[in-house]
């Protein structure tokens, strides 16, 4: 048995509370090594005090590129539990392990209580369970200045004709809130019941990640008035709002450090920020700031959110928006290279004034530092969806895609899991058409993979028309809306999808996945006691036949042959 693969960690990603009194318990182990996993578990007092103790056989779940997964939906009567893992190897030798490590399997030492892992008592408080809405969501992310211009009053000076280009980094085109509003049916048609603005607060830039008054709406976007019908529009249409929340950094033209520029280090916003010289700016042999930024952009100075002042101010702002407008969700930018401390502050106080508030942190890896514990209840899960692109892409076999998924699958707390944020595409990546080669049946293909996975899915604005863009800022261009300049079969396909997925979300939730790969071909499988779905996808060059079952969607299916880049959902 291959003790170096064996890994359970107590009140971490491997006990995610489901509810009170259910505890899902997950163990890991070398792949091909264990034959057999079985918890032991009991009350400690009442077992110390002869009760007996349970004994249940674990599931074998998800394979990574290098361990097995085993896990175990536990109900716990009395909330407080030890537990122990038996584990029989391929050999049929078996060894216990607890929390002291690994221990002969003999009836003395699974006798002694120090052997066993200690769930000491179990509070639905410390789960923070995120919303339940979140898993009934499909989002469609909107870039409000490339979105639809409703308004062309409000046009900054320079704004340039609608989706004339090419995009550069300092174009204006007129996108504004009223654009969003006029066209809400447009985005209800989708099914889509999810809506997340990039920053619409006021700033110089046409991306507005450089914030200068978060208490405001941009000018050229709008009015609060406006913002509001906004609000009240998506809510009549059963869509829920999501706000982004620059924290991390400041524009350079904010109050505050233009403060500090005045009046250096006496400023009373001079520890607002990193600052580690006088006067603030450039040495002047070397050229170096002497202060932190985002990157290395001198426009956006890294905030101290160590400090008080600038914690309350930040949490101000965001209460204020939840508070005044009913918003229902917030996503953090750059939030992994903010202080967790502080991130709990914020989380708590918002969780206050609205308990199932979203909370969605920006990162580009694995965070599980970040996710639960008082903090995020998910992050953007590019981990996840981006092996999504290599795969279609043939630069990873399917062994090492599926091994790839599953392990981040495995990342997080089963609650967390499904409300990840699933996006294939967004305003900083370039979009999903262009990076599979205009390649109409992979973005369907792919698109479908995504809305089968767990997590909350997200349609990066125009995904659905087919608009192109390489990267930033090509992947910004504005919204096509005539139908000549649209690909309206894709429109159809993604409503269809949606459609499917939202009257699926249940299922997909709380439903078991697997894999199976036949060659060049990767099927999919959610399943309950109920209802197996499975997306079947061709990936060779070849055309390959599939077996007859309830079609749900299908894309270069015929006769039950599926051709290259092809792919099936059905439904048994």
Known sequence: MQLAGILHRPESEDTAILADHQVLIRLQTAIDDV?????????????????????????????????????????????????????????????????????????????????????????VSDAELPPAWVKHTVWYQIFPERFANGDQTNDPADVQPWGQGPVKRDSFYGGDLRGIIDHLNDIAALGVNGLYLCPIFTSPSNHKYDTIDHFEIDPHFGTKKDFQELVDQAHARGMKVMLDAVFNHFGDQSPQWQDVIKNGQQSRFADWFHIHDWPVGRDAKTGELNYETFATGA????????????????????????????????????????????????????????????????AWHSSQALVSNGQFDAVMNYPLTQPILALFKHELTLKDYVGKTNLQLMQYRQPNQQVMFNAIDTHDTARLLTVLNNNVDQVKAALTLLMLLPGTPCLYYGTEVGLAGGPDPDNRRCMPWQPADQNLDMRAFVTKLVTWRQSQADFLADSQLSWQITADVLRLTRKTAGQTVSGTFNLGQAAVTVSDSQIVLANGLKDSVLAENGFVLTVD
């Open 299 to 362: 426009a956006m100075p890294k905030v101290n959110t160590q400090n008080p002042a600038v914690q309350q101010y930040l949490i101000d702002v965001t209460k204020y928006w939840i508070e005044q407008y009913n918003i229902d969700a917030w996503r953090f930018d750059v939030a992994d290279e903010v202080d967790h401390g502080f991130w709990r502050k914020l989380c708590g106080a918002l969780r206050a004034v609205k308990p199932d508030v979203y909370l969605l942190g920006e």
């Open 35 to 123: 034959a057999q996993v079985e918890l032991a578990y009991a009350d400690m007092y009442l077992w110390q005090e002869g009760a007996p103790m349970h004994h249940v056989a674990m599931q074998k779940g998800l394979a990574t590129q290098a361990n097995q997964y085993w896990t175990l939906p536990v109900e716990l009567p009395t909330n407080r539990a030890i537990y122990a893992f038996k584990l029989t190897d391929q050999a049929g030798q078996t060894i216990g392990y607890g929390d002291e490590g690994f221990f002969d399997d003999t009836a003395a030492n699974w006798a002694v209580a120090g052997r066993y892992f200690h769930l000491p008592y179990l509070h």
